[in-house]
């Protein structure tokens, strides 16, 4: 089946760095990524929409200049959280559409997540 | 009205019991709909889809109620690892996978 590859699989860094997080598809073209973000009890927010050869869509509320995203092939998505605060500790989950699943476009694999704490 | 809402739970239930989850979408162009399930820390993993009425795989099964605009999940014959949280997807603004807020089933001995 579909398969997401994400990385880092967690992070500690300190306050003011940037960190990076990969996220890739391995055997299918992913046009389209999305970006959640899930902070503990709370469900997953979509953070922004990355497609490929296009600058990405934020939702809302999330500061494009902060939280950077690059979708520069069909196989990779990157999410750059810039500047990092203690108030950015979360969990980060990229996932992918796979038009080749059951279910078509709509059917989401997702990453294994990214654990960012910011010390 | 939020997009997705379900109920957090916890739904605190005895091994073999059945057990059931609403879902309610205010999207009511939604076509396809997605039961996914969340361990603790970890990401998210399609459990079921549905399409039109319903699915049904083992224990699991999902209806969807256009009426009404709801999806709801029947699990029956609970096991201690179906403990997790159960996550509906619906399509949103722009066909963009929203999701509930989750419900968190704990299954006892």
């Known amino acids: 089946g579909a398969v997401v590859s994400q990385h880092p699989s967690w992070v500690i860094c300190k306050s003011g760095t940037s960190v990076k997080i990969e996220c890739r598809s391995l055997d299918f073209q992913a046009t389209t990524m999305f970006w959640y973000r899930q902070f503990p009890k709370q469900s997953l927010m979509l953070m922004a929409t990355?497609?490929?050869?296009?600058?990405?869509?934020?939702e809302q509320g999330v500061e494009k200049d902060k939280f950077l995203i690059n979708h520069a092939s069909l196989t990779l998505s990157t999410l750059t959280v810039t500047s990092a605060h203690p108030e950015d500790s979360s969990f980060y989950i990229c996932s992918a559409r796979d038009p080749g699943q059951l279910g078509g476009a709509n059917v989401l694999t997702f990453g294994a997540g990214s654990r960012l704490t910011v010390l | 009205r939020k997009e997705v809402e379900q109920d957090p739970g916890p739904f605190n239930v005895p091994e073999g019991a059945t057990v059931a989850f609403n879902c309610t979408y205010s999207?009511?162009?939604?076509?396809?709909f997605f039961w996914y399930r969340q361990d603790c820390r970890k990401e998210p993993k399609l459990l079921m889809s549905?399409?039109?009425s319903g699915n049904e795989d083992g224990r699991f099964t999902a209806q969807l109620n256009r009426a009404s605009q709801y999806i709801s999940l029947l699990i029956r014959d609970s096991k201690l690892s179906d403990s997790a949280t159960y996550l509906c997807v619906a399509p949103g603004g722009s066909y963009i996978p929203t999701f509930g807020r989750g419900t968190s089933l704990i299954v006892h001995p």
């Open positions: 549905v399409y039109s």
């Open positions: 999207n009511s162009a939604s076509q396809s």
């Open positions: 990355s497609n490929e050869g296009s600058k990405a869509t934020y």
